[in-house]
């Protein structure tokens, strides 16, 4: 169990590790859908099976595609002068230190939080969707009117370009 | 352009996806025909099978001989017109330089070469339209492939020359009217000559010395 | 033996074989050792049933098109794929110098990867899934949208302008009929009430005089039928939909460079997708393995699978063989200005079928709704020239 774990997480942080020091930009795409895919083997592990494959069916069949395309479609495949490094790496990184304590902190806090259970309740796809139209009705509201809003967004995007080429 | 939708462009025309369904349909027929009808499945598995070429096919030329012996019967009487009207020139003729009597007995050249290149030959048949002798006619075997390339597509007079019977077998009404016209000529040329013959022992006691002996021919060339 | 027992061993003498073959092992090693051979059972079967198809296709093509298929080779040409198979092995394997070497070799392989991984829920007869998950659909379709990072990755890696045009059409139509092929398989969700397929199949195995309750005889169950067969035929890349790998227009599309094994690789993902999608169509709309006429459930269940199954892939040979093909536009016009909408509306009547209950009501008023629709939508659509046979301007 805890092998499977550790294997997992290694490929996940090699895929995020290779995606930031890889040069060229679609070797870097394709490092994050291996990461990707890390995390969802992670959840399949966890027995959550639908976010699973939820992350396999959206992140790598959606996400993952359309950053190859945004790369493909804006000549971003070339190669930059200046290097991979930016030159004021170590903001980042004190920024990513930030984010990674907050982040660690709650975790933590949430491990005490919850009840020492041997085993990780079932939860199915049933009981997904009770709760998605029960308990969480408005958050799937508000996800769905915000995807609307984007999609909306996007043609009007698409319908002013092709107005601004005429 | 944008069109706008009147009531009855809705309720008339064509429904979507009539036309692939007819499509469908004939392809069905085709696939279901295929295997009980000929004329769904047209193909001939060759060389298992071979449609019989048409009676006026022509692929390569060949010479004719009459008889038995290709030599002595050969039509050809090396004239050499084919090789001058054909247009690719793959003909190529060496004229003999003595004489051997034809069909009517008529002492003719002959050629000792008759090469035809049908890597050449652009099958055209001008050969045969200017032939003054029915000596050359159009074969109908397509079946020539050969390993040799270098000569393997070179006929010389030996593989040219075949019978008149394998040309009544390959172009039947054609060779009947060749042979009739053949006989006719031979016929005219006989009462000719006997014609002459009559004239000249009607004339009664003229001394042999100087009259020309008329150039008797004799019963052979055949 | 009786007859009814008879063919019920008969139905399940895959599991039976399964298990005797397990039993030669300790118990701990079981369940591991029972889902290998299930594993290795799928990785024979249906590379076996491809080459097959193969033949099949070429034949039917063939006698589509009045002429014979392959007949040299065997009996009536059925061991053409033998000469295929050793032709791709002895091919010499081509690698452009430019290409990028690894991601070059990987995408072959990450395509028969993700699509062998589909067949992991398909029930291929009475309890002969492999993994009867919770989840089964929602898995099966994210294998499916896994397999459009190996098409990226064929056409990119070539570094060839025609296959990384032909990538991008077949990413962009893949994506486009993907949303299609998904909203109407969530109408059979939405009745089945389960996202496992031997659930969704348990609730098409039931008969009313006879006649089995599959989901294609209802009249939202036909338009999605129709609706996932025309995505189904485009997620695969196969003719009418065939423009990324058309040989008339991009050279091979995206596996141009691809020679060898392979291609065959490529090919053979093709296929397996094929017949992957086509089982998943069977089992959420023709009931899967169950007999279409209550009398006939003593032949075995899979047997029926596997009809229906090269039922579908005539039926996409048979599309092949009729119609030409089509254009990109044409083909992104079609999936989101008809197909999509109609599938909206689909999942629209399929509520309405379950709330309105039980009766002839919901029948009537269902049908009517969709004919009414697919008429009107169909004409508009064609009239607007959104859809339909293209119009042709000439100069004066």
């Not at chain 2, 099958?123 to 050359?136: G, T, W």
């Not at chain 3, 009729?322 to 399929?350: C, S, Y």
């Amino acid at each position: 169990m805890n092998v499977v774990f550790y294997l997992l997480a290694a490929l996940t942080i090699a895929g995020g590790l290779a995606a930031m020091l890889l040069k060229h930009l679609i070797h870097a795409a394709l490092a994050v859908t291996v990461a990707f895919a890390g995390l969802a083997l992670l959840f399949l592990q966890l027995d959550a099976q639908f976010a699973g494959f939820a992350q396999i069916l959206v992140y790598i069949g959606a996400v993952a595609i359309l950053i190859v395309f945004a790369i493909l479609l804006t000549h971003g495949a070339e190669l930059p002068r200046g290097g991979v490094f930016s030159g004021t790496w170590f903001v980042g990184l004190a920024i990513a230190a930030g984010v990674f304590a907050v982040l660690g902190w709650a975790v933590l806090q949430s491990v005490h939080a919850l009840p020492q259970q041997t085993a990780a309740p079932a939860v199915t796809v049933h009981d997904i969707g009770n709760a998605l139209v029960g308990s969480y009705v408005l958050p799937l509201e508000i996800v769905a009117l915000l995807l609307t809003a984007a999609t909306i967004g996007a043609v009007i995007v698409a319908m002013h370009e092709k107005a601004g080429q005429k | 352009m944008r069109r706008e939708l009147r009531t009855w462009n809705l309720t008339e025309g064509p429904l979507l996806g009539e036309g692939i369904i007819r499509g469908l349909a004939e392809t069905a027929k085709n696939f279901a025909g295929s295997f009980v009808s000929a004329e769904r499945l047209t193909t001939v598995e060759y060389p298992e099978q071979r449609i019989p070429t048409a009676e006026n096919a022509r692929v390569f030329p060949f010479l004719v001989y009459d008889g038995s012996n290709w030599e002595a019967g050969m039509r050809c009487v090396a004239c050499q017109i084919c090789e001058k009207e054909c247009p690719p020139k793959c003909i190529y003729i060496e004229k003999s330089k003595d004489k051997k009597p034809d069909y009517v007995g008529k002492a003719q050249f002959y050629p000792t070469r008759f090469d035809i290149d049908i890597s050449v030959c652009m099958s055209c048949q001008i050969c045969v339209e200017v032939c003054p002798f029915e000596a050359i006619k159009m074969d109908t075997q397509f079946e020539l492939a050969t390993d040799d390339r270098f000569g393997g597509l070179l006929l010389d007079r030996r593989e040219l020359a075949k019978s008149n019977e394998y040309y009544h077998s390959i172009h039947p009404t054609e060779a009947s009217e060749v042979d009739a016209r053949l006989a006719d000529e031979k016929a005219k040329v006989e009462a000719r000559a006997k014609a002459a013959a009559d004239a000249a022992a009607a004339k009664p006691a003229v001394p042999a010395a100087t009259a020309h002996v008329p150039e008797k021919p004799a019963e052979g060339g055949d | 033996m009786s007859a009814t027992s008879f063919f019920s061993r008969l139905d399940q003498i895959f599991v039976l074989l399964r298990n005797w073959l397990v039993g030669f092992l300790p118990p701990t090693m079981r369940p591991a050792a029972g889902v290998v051979l299930a594993v290795m059972a799928i990785v024979c079967v249906f590379p076996g049933l491809f080459a097959l198809t193969t033949v099949f296709e070429r034949k039917g093509l063939g006698r589509m098109q009045n002429r014979l298929g392959p007949n040299r080779v065997g009996p009536f040409g059925f061991f053409q794929p033998v000469a295929d198979g050793i032709k791709s092995l002895t091919k010499e394997d081509i690698v452009p110098i430019s290409a990028d070497g690894l991601v070059h070799f990987l995408a072959p392989l990450v395509l028969v990867v993700t699509v062998f991984m589909g067949f992991a829920v398909l029930p291929m007869g009475r309890n002969m899934v492999l993994v009867d998950m919770d989840a089964g659909v929602l898995f099966f379709f994210a294998m499916g949208a896994a397999t459009e990072i190996s098409v990226f990755m064929a056409g990119w890696s070539s570094r060839n302008k025609y296959s990384l045009l032909g990538a991008m059409r077949a990413i962009a139509q893949m994506i486009s009929y993907e949303v299609v092929l998904l909203l109407s398989t969530v109408s059979v969700v939405m009745i089945a009430g389960s996202l496992s397929l031997p659930k969704i199949i348990d609730a098409q195995n039931q008969y009313s005089w006879g006649l089995p309750h599959w989901y294609i005889f209802t009249p939202w169950g036909l338009g999605a039928f129709i609706m996932y067969a025309i995505a189904a035929t485009a997620e695969t890349n196969r003719s009418p939909f065939d423009l990324p790998e058309g040989e008339s227009e991009l050279v091979a599309g995206y596996h141009t460079e691809y020679s060898g094994f392979k291609f065959a690789l490529f090919f053979l993902g093709e296929y397996l997708a094929m017949f992957s999608i086509s089982g998943m169509g069977t089992t959420l709309f023709l009931g899967g393995w169950s007999a279409p006429l209550a009398a006939l459930n003593w032949i075995p269940s899979w047997i029926w699978f596997f009809g229906k199954v090269m039922m579908s892939i005539f039926v996409f040979i048979w599309m092949r063989g009729t119609l030409p093909r089509l254009r990109q536009d044409q083909l992104m016009n079609f999936a989101w200005k008809f197909v999509l909408p109609f599938t909206l509306l689909n999942l629209l009547v399929t509520a309405l079928w379950r709330f309105l209950g039980e009766g002839w009501q919901r029948w009537v008023l269902c049908t009517l709704i969709l004919a009414a629709a697919y008429v009107l939508m169909g004409r508009a659509g064609l009239y607007r020239k959104h859809i339909g046979p293209r119009s042709y301007r000439y100069a004066e």
